[in-house]
């Protein structure tokens, strides 16, 4: 499956943007997907993942209440909604799939990859 993340930008601290993810293939379903982020000089670090049927979601503890995981498997689609951004959440937001049904954190898990796209909070 090929993974195209889109909708990163630059933002005000306490500022709204959504992310979206864009799959290929007719298996989107199949596959937990989830989204990571990482900055320069830092481990990739996970944000959050949903289940195949969107039943289950997944935090980390940096982002919850803030964060919102969504997809659309008509739409082969994941979405990263984020509010009230922090400077801290400055970084390359990946998305990624894992042909399974266990919604997991780490990113050796993760088959496939779709290329970053880049959030800048300013304070």
């Known amino acids: 499956v090929q993974l195209q993340a889109s909708g990163g930008g630059l933002v005000q601290a306490g500022g709204s943007l959504r992310l979206s993810c864009a799959a290929s293939g007719r298996t989107f379903s199949s596959y937990v997907m989830g989204w990571f982020r990482q900055t320069p000089g830092k481990e990739r670090e996970f944000v959050a993942a949903v289940s195949r049927g969107s039943g289950r979601t997944r935090y980390a503890d940096s982002v919850k209440g803030r964060f919102t995981i969504s997809r659309d498997n008509a739409k082969n689609t994941v979405y990263l909604q984020m509010n009230s951004l922090k400077s801290e959440d400055t970084a390359v937001y990946s998305c990624?799939?894992?042909?399974?049904?266990?919604?997991?954190?780490?990113?050796?898990?993760?088959?496939?990859w779709g290329q970053g796209t880049l959030v800048t909070v300013s304070s």
């Open positions: 990624a799939a894992d042909y399974s049904s266990v919604v997991a954190a780490t990113p050796p898990e993760y088959d496939y």
